[in-house]
């Protein structure tokens, strides 16, 4: 796969009723609204990152570029508007640390309700939430309150379980809830996606804090000085890929919770 920045899946080849397309291509979706209103779909991905420090082997960007590497798998395989990703989000727990950007969650809620309700009226029926933060807790909230609504039907991806399934695809060694940041897991996947965004020393900035009881009044300053909480040094692209193609199978129970026929 190429860059994790949203591109455009390209055109449907063959293949047993799934759509499959070749590799996005780089840059924000390229659809016209022509191209949309032939393709009729009934389902938009939403990637949500974050701008936040990921210690100093990753970029502040590493949540939107995963957030998009997984959206981008997902539009490969089944027909769907992938949408360009919100940048920004929920990241206060990275506050001590120079570059980090943080919406409130109530801003945070109130632009992806919007993004929703636009969709509902172009005539999409499901909206999925691809989210790359952790620390975005309130997008529970918007699906938990979406659901009692009349309106677009709204999902949020990956769940735990559909990490912890691709983690055991992929071989990884780190506990999950050890691998909680810039560690083997969202290493890996950017070594896949976008090694040259992996700055060298990710193999010499292991830091474990298993215990974290304090993470929400504290932020991550109170458990690493580096910002890295998991074991970059066992972070391979080889296990990045793994990683994205068990997520992007574990998509199909969420398409259909939404209603959404497979084309």
Request: proline share 10%; aromatic share 6%; charged share 15%.
């Given at each position: 796969m190429p860059t994790t920045?949203?591109?455009r899946p390209g055109p449907p080849t063959e293949g047993r009723g799934r759509r499959r397309t070749?590799?996005?291509?780089p840059g924000p979706p390229a659809d016209t609204t022509e191209d949309v209103r032939?393709?009729?779909?009934?389902?938009?991905?939403?990637?949500?990152?974050?701008f936040e420090q990921h210690g100093a082997h990753l970029p502040l960007t590493t949540d939107t570029l995963i957030a998009c590497a997984v959206a981008e798998e997902i539009a490969a395989r089944h027909e769907a508007l992938l949408l360009p990703p919100?940048?920004?989000?929920?990241?206060h727990e990275h506050a001590d640390w120079p570059g980090t950007v943080s919406l409130s969650a109530r801003t945070l809620h109130a632009v992806v309700t919007d993004v929703a309700a636009s969709?509902?009226?172009?005539?999409?029926?499901a909206l999925v939430l691809v989210n790359g933060h952790g620390?975005?807790?309130v997008l529970r909230n918007v699906v938990q309150e979406s659901s009692a609504a009349d309106g677009i039907r709204m999902a949020l991806f990956p769940g735990p379980a559909d990490w912890a399934a691709a983690r055991d695809r992929a071989g990884l060694a780190t506990p999950a809830h050890a691998d909680m940041h810039a560690g083997e897991t969202e290493t890996s996947?950017?070594?896949?996606?976008?090694?040259?965004?992996?700055?060298?020393?990710?193999?010499?900035a292991d830091h474990r804090a298993d215990e974290r009881p304090h993470l929400l009044t504290l932020g991550m300053a109170g458990y690493t000085p580096s910002g890295v909480i998991g074991t970059p040094s066992l972070a391979s692209a080889e296990k990045g890929a793994a990683l994205l193609a068990g997520l992007a199978e574990a998509f199909d129970g969420y398409r259909e919770a939404c209603g959404v026929p497979d084309a």
């Open positions: 920045e949203p591109g070749a590799r996005p291509t032939a393709r009729r779909p009934a389902l938009a991905l939403l990637p949500i990152g974050s919100l940048t920004l989000s929920c990241s969709l509902w009226r172009s005539g999409l029926t620390g975005n807790y996947i950017l070594l896949h996606v976008r090694p040259d965004v992996v700055r060298d020393g990710y193999a010499g």
